[in-house]
Protein backbone atom coordinates (compact mmCIF):
# COMPACT_ATOMS: atom_id res chain seq x y z
CA UNK A 1 0.00 0.00 0.00
CA UNK A 2 1.33 3.34 0.05
CA UNK A 3 0.51 4.22 2.80
CA UNK A 4 3.26 1.40 3.94
CA UNK A 5 5.56 2.52 1.19
CA UNK A 6 5.40 6.01 2.71
CA UNK A 7 3.58 7.74 -0.17
CA UNK A 8 1.58 10.96 0.88
CA UNK A 9 -1.76 10.63 -0.59
CA UNK A 10 -3.66 14.15 -1.44
CA UNK A 11 -7.56 13.98 -1.00
CA UNK A 12 -9.30 17.17 -2.32
CA UNK A 13 -12.67 18.09 -3.61
CA UNK A 14 -14.74 20.24 -5.94
CA UNK A 15 -14.69 23.11 -2.69
CA UNK A 16 -11.03 23.04 -1.67
CA UNK A 17 -8.60 23.25 -4.03
CA UNK A 18 -5.38 22.68 -2.13
CA UNK A 19 -6.93 19.33 -0.42
CA UNK A 20 -5.73 17.50 2.52
CA UNK A 21 -2.52 15.61 2.74
CA UNK A 22 -2.17 12.61 4.14
CA UNK A 23 1.38 11.31 5.19
CA UNK A 24 2.54 8.34 7.66
CA UNK A 25 3.55 11.03 10.28
CA UNK A 26 2.56 14.51 11.53
CA UNK A 27 5.40 17.19 10.78
CA UNK A 28 6.25 18.67 13.89
CA UNK A 29 5.05 22.73 12.51
CA UNK A 30 1.76 20.52 11.44
CA UNK A 31 0.45 20.29 15.29
CA UNK A 32 -0.12 23.98 14.89
CA UNK A 33 -3.21 23.35 12.32
CA UNK A 34 -4.48 19.98 12.84
CA UNK A 35 -6.17 18.25 10.39
CA UNK A 36 -9.58 16.00 11.59
CA UNK A 37 -11.84 13.94 9.87
CA UNK A 38 -15.42 14.08 11.23
CA UNK A 39 -17.88 10.69 10.40
CA UNK A 40 -20.60 9.09 12.62
CA UNK A 41 -23.18 6.76 12.86
CA UNK A 42 -27.18 6.83 14.31
CA UNK A 43 -29.19 4.79 15.77
CA UNK A 44 -27.41 2.72 19.08
CA UNK A 45 -28.49 1.63 22.22
CA UNK A 46 -26.24 2.05 25.85
CA UNK A 47 -25.98 -0.89 28.43
CA UNK A 48 -24.84 0.63 31.90
CA UNK A 49 -23.75 -1.90 34.42
CA UNK A 50 -23.35 -0.55 37.54
CA UNK A 51 -21.28 -3.09 40.35
CA UNK A 52 -19.18 -2.03 43.72
CA UNK A 53 -15.51 -3.35 43.11
CA UNK A 54 -16.03 -3.83 39.43
CA UNK A 55 -12.29 -2.75 39.36
CA UNK A 56 -11.22 -5.11 41.19
CA UNK A 57 -12.64 -8.34 39.42
CA UNK A 58 -10.56 -10.34 37.66
CA UNK A 59 -12.26 -11.62 34.26
CA UNK A 60 -14.95 -9.29 34.17
CA UNK A 61 -14.80 -8.35 31.30
CA UNK A 62 -14.25 -11.46 29.67
CA UNK A 63 -17.16 -13.05 30.68
CA UNK A 64 -19.28 -9.98 29.77
CA UNK A 65 -17.74 -9.77 26.31
CA UNK A 66 -18.55 -13.55 26.21
CA UNK A 67 -21.94 -12.89 26.78
CA UNK A 68 -22.25 -10.78 23.67
CA UNK A 69 -20.12 -12.99 21.44
CA UNK A 70 -22.78 -15.80 22.95
CA UNK A 71 -25.51 -13.93 21.35
CA UNK A 72 -23.63 -13.07 18.43
CA UNK A 73 -24.00 -8.89 19.38
CA UNK A 74 -21.14 -6.96 18.48
CA UNK A 75 -19.78 -3.80 21.16
CA UNK A 76 -19.79 -0.64 19.11
CA UNK A 77 -17.84 0.86 21.56
CA UNK A 78 -16.93 0.51 25.54
CA UNK A 79 -16.48 3.20 28.17
CA UNK A 80 -16.09 1.91 31.54
CA UNK A 81 -15.54 3.97 35.36
CA UNK A 82 -14.14 2.36 38.54
CA UNK A 83 -17.80 0.83 38.97
CA UNK A 84 -19.68 1.02 35.92
CA UNK A 85 -18.84 -0.29 32.34
CA UNK A 86 -21.09 1.20 28.95
CA UNK A 87 -21.66 -0.75 26.21
CA UNK A 88 -22.28 0.58 23.40
CA UNK A 89 -24.49 -1.61 21.07
CA UNK A 90 -26.10 -1.34 17.10
CA UNK A 91 -29.74 -1.51 18.01
CA UNK A 92 -31.44 -3.78 15.55
CA UNK A 93 -29.37 -6.55 16.22
CA UNK A 94 -29.46 -5.79 20.06
CA UNK A 95 -33.17 -5.40 20.18
CA UNK A 96 -33.97 -9.16 18.67
CA UNK A 97 -31.42 -10.35 21.28
CA UNK A 98 -32.19 -7.79 23.99
CA UNK A 99 -34.06 -9.99 26.52
CA UNK A 100 -31.98 -13.16 26.29
CA UNK A 101 -28.19 -10.78 26.70
CA UNK A 102 -29.64 -9.01 29.68
CA UNK A 103 -30.87 -12.56 31.43
CA UNK A 104 -27.50 -13.60 30.58
CA UNK A 105 -25.94 -10.23 31.97
CA UNK A 106 -28.03 -10.46 35.19
CA UNK A 107 -27.18 -14.52 35.90
CA UNK A 108 -23.33 -14.01 34.98
CA UNK A 109 -22.34 -10.97 36.24
CA UNK A 110 -24.83 -9.86 38.88
CA UNK A 111 -25.11 -6.51 38.47
CA UNK A 112 -26.26 -3.74 41.52
CA UNK A 113 -28.18 -2.09 38.80
CA UNK A 114 -28.68 -2.38 35.19
CA UNK A 115 -30.63 0.11 32.70
CA UNK A 116 -30.35 0.54 28.76
CA UNK A 117 -30.81 3.58 26.51
CA UNK A 118 -31.51 4.09 23.23
CA UNK A 119 -31.48 7.12 20.74
CA UNK A 120 -27.73 7.49 20.31
CA UNK A 121 -25.60 8.53 17.72
CA UNK A 122 -21.58 8.32 17.60
CA UNK A 123 -19.36 10.94 16.12
CA UNK A 124 -15.66 10.16 15.58
CA UNK A 125 -12.81 13.09 15.13
CA UNK A 126 -10.16 11.58 13.58
CA UNK A 127 -6.46 12.42 12.61
CA UNK A 128 -3.14 12.60 13.50
CA UNK A 129 -2.29 15.73 15.68
CA UNK A 130 -5.90 15.64 17.75
CA UNK A 131 -4.49 14.96 20.88
CA UNK A 132 -1.63 17.37 20.26
CA UNK A 133 -4.05 19.86 19.90
CA UNK A 134 -4.19 19.53 23.29
CA UNK A 135 -7.38 21.43 25.32
CA UNK A 136 -7.45 23.45 21.98
CA UNK A 137 -9.16 20.79 20.47
CA UNK A 138 -11.78 20.28 22.94
CA UNK A 139 -12.03 23.83 23.62
CA UNK A 140 -13.49 23.91 20.09
CA UNK A 141 -15.84 21.02 20.32
CA UNK A 142 -17.51 21.57 23.52
CA UNK A 143 -18.03 25.61 22.82
CA UNK A 144 -19.40 24.16 18.95
CA UNK A 145 -21.75 21.97 20.21
CA UNK A 146 -22.49 24.12 23.31
CA UNK A 147 -23.58 27.27 21.32
CA UNK A 148 -25.91 24.71 19.21
CA UNK A 149 -27.80 23.68 21.89
CA UNK A 150 -26.23 20.23 22.00
CA UNK A 151 -25.84 17.68 25.04
CA UNK A 152 -22.99 15.68 24.73
CA UNK A 153 -24.27 11.93 26.32
CA UNK A 154 -20.71 10.77 26.21
CA UNK A 155 -17.03 11.29 25.04
CA UNK A 156 -13.83 9.42 24.78
CA UNK A 157 -10.41 9.72 23.77
CA UNK A 158 -8.56 7.29 22.29
CA UNK A 159 -5.48 6.74 24.32
CA UNK A 160 -3.48 6.63 21.55
CA UNK A 161 -4.64 10.45 21.02
CA UNK A 162 -5.71 9.82 17.73
CA UNK A 163 -9.54 9.99 17.97
CA UNK A 164 -12.45 11.56 19.64
CA UNK A 165 -15.79 9.73 20.27
CA UNK A 166 -18.76 12.02 21.30
CA UNK A 167 -22.34 10.39 21.93
CA UNK A 168 -25.30 12.75 20.90
CA UNK A 169 -28.89 12.37 21.00
CA UNK A 170 -29.83 10.83 17.73
CA UNK A 171 -32.60 14.18 16.80
CA UNK A 172 -29.06 16.02 17.15
CA UNK A 173 -26.78 13.82 14.98
CA UNK A 174 -27.18 16.51 11.95
CA UNK A 175 -26.69 19.84 13.97
CA UNK A 176 -24.17 18.03 15.99
CA UNK A 177 -21.64 17.31 12.71
CA UNK A 178 -22.70 20.74 11.26
CA UNK A 179 -21.12 22.33 14.43
CA UNK A 180 -18.04 19.98 14.35
CA UNK A 181 -17.50 20.62 10.87
CA UNK A 182 -17.96 24.17 10.94
CA UNK A 183 -16.13 24.74 14.08
CA UNK A 184 -12.90 22.70 12.13
CA UNK A 185 -13.21 23.76 9.07
CA UNK A 186 -14.37 27.63 9.10
CA UNK A 187 -17.06 28.79 6.77
CA UNK A 188 -17.87 25.98 4.77
CA UNK A 189 -20.53 24.03 4.77
CA UNK A 190 -21.48 19.97 6.07
CA UNK A 191 -23.01 17.79 4.29
CA UNK A 192 -24.39 15.46 6.27
Do not use: W
Request: a negative charge.
Amino acid sequence: MMKDAGIPIRVSSLNDDEGTLITAHLHEKDHRSVSACIAGRRNFNVLHIEKYGLNNMHGFGEKLFGIFAKHGVACEHCLSGIYKMSIVIKTPLFDIRRAEVLDDVRRVIEPDSMTVEGGLSLIAIVGEGVSEAGKGMFEKVFVALSRAGIKVRMVDQGSDGLNIILGVDDFDYESAVKALYGAMIKNKEAVV
